[in-house]
């Protein structure tokens, strides 16, 4: 099959969207790609939202929740029922340029031991207003030696360090098309998105499993989108109680399941230091989180038994997995080959690429918050 008749999915999941999931939607139905299919999971919206989604019900798969089953479970209702070789997952918040998708595709198609493709999101005001200002919300995700991620170039002006093709270490889930083979291969108890995480840092786990199993993400800048970004370091205070609670529990529970053992050891200081100081944060300005450690607990079986089965599955050397961990945005130069040329099958059970030389981009100012 040819690669502008692949059928690629949309999957989003709404819980009180109403201010932006049409905006959303039109801009999903307007994507230049030929074969594309979109499914809804709404999270029991109280707001107006599924009254706006019924006027497309003839143009989506609508799955109607009767709880908030939170973005992990609801993301793999969604998938589960797509059929596309490709899946992008989409946040209602997002607004894509009608090349995102077949952008993306493309690029993705000519690499086969990509299993991730993202690009270029640029800050979006809420419900989806365009800021005069051009600044970037994600252009891919790194992480930090302390097992911190952040997103690349976020709330910095756009670039040309920006503007170039480069793997990097995983993709928002705001906008990241995915593979449907590496949804499958990286997998675990049947869930793609760690549904013990409810939301947030579910992608980055995506991301880190992916790493550990051999497949690359690959950034596009020239796919372009925008994104409203409510969720950040420097607002931590303003955020729900929840969201700093799943925040902090999450960030030990995608580490129990993905940590290497030299990896660990390697930055042991760092994320001792670390450790140190959100238990300290915790204790004493954000009490709401304390319980975090409680829940960490609770999943610490269940945890190690996902670890047991990500790890018996890893493909990459420990020594290609501790590149990326730096305090500076990682890339790895790419030269993608011509649209003609035939992709390689990846062979099983190997790391599927040299390991390059990392490229180091410039580093990206910021405060480090308490927690």
Known sequence: MGTDKKLVSVTIVTHDSASCVQRCLDSVLSQDWPRLEVTVADNASRDQTRSLLANYQNRIQLILNSENRGFAAAQNQAIRQA?????????????????????????GTLDPSVGTVCGKLLRALPG??????????????????????FDRGFHLPDGEEYDQPVYVFGATAAAALYRRSMIEDI?????????????????????????????????????????????????????????????????????????????YLRNFLPVAARDIAIVA??????????????????NWRRMLAKRRLIQ????????????????????????????????????????????????????????????
């Open 83 to 107: 059929k596309g070789e490709w899946i992008l997952v989409l946040n209602p918040d997002a607004l894509l340029a009608p090349n995102f998708v077949s952008l993306l595709v493309r690029g």
């Open 128 to 149: 989806l207003e365009i800021p005069p200002e051009r600044l970037l919300d994600s252009a891919g995700i790194y992480f930090t030696p302390t097992f911190r991620h």
């Open 187 to 263: 997998s675990a108890e049947g869930e793609f998105f760690d549904e013990d995480f409810f939301f947030y840092r579910e992608d980055a786990d995506v991301a880190w499993r992916a790493q550990l199993q051999g497949w690359r993400c690959l950034y596009l800048p020239d796919a372009t989108g925008y994104h409203v970004r409510r969720v950040f370091p420097e607002c931590r205070r303003q955020l729900p109680e929840a969201v700093n609670f799943h925040s902090v529990k999450n960030r030990f529970l995608m580490r129990i399941k993905n940590v290497t053992w030299p990896l």
């Open 281 to 298: 944060y915790c204790l004493v300005v954000e009490r709401s989180s304390l319980p975090a450690f409680r829940a960490v607990l609770q």
């Open 312 to 371: 018996q599955r890893r493909r990459v050397s420990h020594d290609y997995l501790r590149s990326w961990f730096r305090f500076r945005p990682m890339t790895v130069p790419v030269e993608l080959p011509r649209s003609d040329a035939q992709p390689a099958s990846v062979p099983p059970n190997r790391e599927p690429y040299p390991i390059l030389p990392l490229r180091t981009t410039r580093a990206e100012p910021g405060r480090i918050p308490p927690l």
